[in-house]
């Protein structure tokens, strides 16, 4: 994290309820497939963060992936090589209690635990020569450790990309009711956005038009609070949350492929 980064107390959410709302942690140990490795990474005495990296060649750029909620790294044994096919390297996180990973999930877990998992991405990439040339992103629930890199943790990153997420935790905290926290809930709420706000690196943000579950006017909403100067927001037609790559494939793909192109 930047020296002059404060810590949001992400914790609030947590200690309101929320984080037994928002996840559903499935455990899964199956064998990565060729090509392809499998990391732990130390959180803390009692949780870590597994991660499967689905490498092609030293010389593409590489996408640090938070998957969305339900879901786990071995869910994109499939979609790997459609990244590979357009020449990039991917590496995908777990969050803490998902796939091979050890604890219970909190949203402070998931935002701050994003940094041990980025240090450990480079450090792979470093030790083994992969490109310098590298990028962030977040799918639905895995936008908000992606964002946090994005503001606090951005050095090696060119770019930030976005599927199907938002930001703003508003609609989050109102599953939290108004407890004795309301005030600093409102608090954390202001200084996250002001987080966001603060972004500044090139993104793009990938929306179907008729997700449910994150409606589009959630991406419009992410794309203005961004700081960033170059931010590109891309509608899938008739996608929703859980299709959009397979219902906008011709698109997802080729706006990634040439987002990592003008970033590099």
Same mark, same amino acid.
């Given at each position: 994290?930047?020296?002059?980064?404060a810590?949001? $107390?992400?914790?609030?959410?947590?200690?309101?309820?929320? +984080?037994?709302?928002?996840?559903?942690?499935?455990?899964?140990?199956?064998?990565?497939?060729?090509? @392809? #490795?499998?990391?732990?990474?130390?959180?803390?005495? #009692?949780?870590?963060?597994?991660?499967r990296?689905?490498?092609?060649?030293?010389?593409?750029?590489?996408?640090?992936?938070?998957?969305?909620?339900?879901?786990?790294?071995?869910?994109?044994?499939?979609?790997a090589p459609?990244?590979? +096919?357009?020449? %990039?390297?991917?590496?995908?996180?777990?969050?803490?209690?998902?796939?091979?990973?050890?604890?219970?999930?909190?949203?402070?877990?998931? /935002?701050?635990? @994003?940094h041990k /998992? #980025?240090?450990?991405?480079?450090?792979i *990439?470093?030790?083994?020569?992969?490109?310098?040339?590298?990028?962030?992103?977040? !799918?639905?629930?895995?936008?908000?450790?992606? %964002?946090?890199?994005?503001a606090?943790?951005?050095?090696?990153? +060119?770019? *930030?990309i /976005?599927?199907?997420g938002?930001?703003n *935790?508003?609609? *989050?905290?109102?599953m939290a009711?108004?407890?004795?926290?309301g005030?600093? =809930?409102e608090r954390? =709420?202001? +200084?996250?956005?002001?987080?966001?706000?603060?972004?500044?690196?090139?993104?793009? =943000?990938?929306?179907? &038009?008729? $997700?449910?579950?994150?409606?589009a006017?959630?991406? /419009?909403e %992410?794309?203005?609070?961004l700081?960033?100067?170059?931010? &590109?927001l891309?509608?899938?037609?008739?996608?929703g949350?859980? $299709?959009?790559?397979?219902?906008?494939? $011709?698109?997802?793909?080729?706006? =990634?492929?040439?987002?990592?192109? !003008?970033?590099?």
């Amino acid at each position: 994290m930047n020296a002059s980064a404060a810590r949001l $107390d992400y914790a609030l959410l947590d200690r309101a309820g929320v +984080a037994a709302s928002i996840f559903f942690p499935r455990p899964d140990f199956t064998s990565p497939p060729e090509g @392809a #490795s499998d990391h732990i990474i130390d959180i803390d005495r #009692s949780s870590t963060v597994a991660a499967r990296f689905f490498a092609a060649d030293t010389a593409f750029p590489t996408i640090l992936y938070f998957h969305g909620n339900g879901e786990v790294a071995s869910d994109y044994n499939d979609f790997a090589p459609f990244f590979h +096919a357009a020449g %990039l390297n991917l590496y995908v996180a777990d969050f803490r209690g998902y796939g091979a990973s050890k604890g219970t999930p909190t949203f402070e877990g998931l /935002v701050y635990d @994003a940094h041990k /998992v #980025s240090e450990h991405f480079h450090k792979i *990439l470093n030790d083994h020569g992969y490109s310098k040339t590298r990028f962030i992103m977040g !799918r639905s629930l895995g936008t908000h450790p992606a %964002l946090e890199i994005a503001a606090n943790a951005s050095d090696g990153m +060119a770019g *930030l990309i /976005v599927e199907s997420g938002a930001a703003n *935790l508003s609609r *989050l905290a109102q599953m939290a009711g108004s407890g004795s926290d309301g005030d600093e =809930i409102e608090r954390l =709420i202001e +200084a996250h956005n002001a987080k966001i706000a603060g972004i500044s690196m090139p993104a793009i =943000i990938l929306h179907g &038009e008729w $997700d449910q579950l994150i409606p589009a006017d959630r991406a /419009v909403e %992410l794309r203005e609070s961004l700081g960033s100067t170059e931010k &590109e927001l891309v509608i899938i037609p008739r996608a929703g949350h859980n $299709d959009i790559f397979f219902v906008g494939r $011709d698109t997802y793909m080729p706006s =990634i492929e040439a987002f990592v192109k !003008r970033c590099s």
